[in-house]
T-cell receptor, first 117, second 117 residues
């Protein structure tokens, strides 16, 4: 079965420090890659995604993620975090389903980013 | 665009009872997904509709679970003979995607929290 691994369940950092949230997936065939974020008391929302082209994708609030096909990774980074970045971050990968006609999203278990002042 | 809505937001039921949840997607979205999320885990894919057609079901989905999207708009998820292990957050998401594509951005509803006593 296809899988998405987020090894870190919790990442505590101080404000203005850099952070990396790791995501690895099981398949090397063509996939679509996403990071979703869930702020406290809110629903899941898209942060950024990789479909094709440049392997580095950026969000509007300073996060970036790099698609590494050989490592089957899609790690999320930010050079300087803010208190407001405190949230749960989910990596998701769309794999081709059993029918072969549809892509099925598979989510990692999530990483809780806790930013301390 | 009023977002994805789910009803009810909370449901408490006794073991063995049937429950039904409703999801209203963003109006122009042709895809609708159902997920289950338990504490400390990411959303787990249950099933997916393209318009009114149910194209994929998780192999983990018990026969007690059934979903419909009769006119390609709202969807219902029914769980028959509920068990304590069914206690979870049930999430609905919608998106706009072409046939065979997997890079669509999903918009999530607030979820229905089910507690089975």
């Amino acid at each position: 079965a296809q899988s998405v691994t987020q090894l870190d369940s919790q990442v505590p950092v101080f404000e203005e420090a850099p952070v990396e949230l790791r995501c690895n997936y099981s398949s090397s065939v063509s996939v679509y890659l996403f990071w979703y974020v869930q702020y406290p008391n809110q629903g899941l929302q898209l942060l950024l995604k990789y479909l094709s082209g440049s392997t580095l994708v950026e969000s509007i609030n300073g996060f970036e993620a790099e698609f590494n096909k050989s490592q089957t990774s899609f790690h999320l980074r930010k050079p300087s975090v803010h208190i407001s970045d405190t949230a749960e971050y989910f990596c998701a990968v769309s794999f081709l389903g059993r029918s072969g006609g549809s892509y099925i999203p598979t989510f990692g278990r999530g990483t809780s980013l806790i930013v301390h002042p | 665009d009023t977002g994805v809505s789910q009803d009810p937001r909370h449901k408490i039921t006794k073991r063995g009872q049937n429950v039904t949840f409703r999801c209203d997607p963003i109006s122009e979205h042709n895809r609708l997904y159902w997920y289950r999320q338990t504490l400390g885990q990411g959303p787990e894919f249950l099933t997916y509709f393209q318009n009114e057609a149910q194209l994929e079901k998780s192999r983990l989905l018990s026969d007690r679970f059934s979903a419909e999207r009769p006119k390609g708009s709202f969807s219902t998820l029914e769980i028959q003979r509920t068990e304590q292990g069914d206690s979870a957050m049930y999430l609905c998401a919608s998106s706009l995607g072409g046939t065979g594509s997997g890079g669509d951005t999903q918009y999530f509803g607030p979820g229905t929290r089910l507690t089975v006593l």
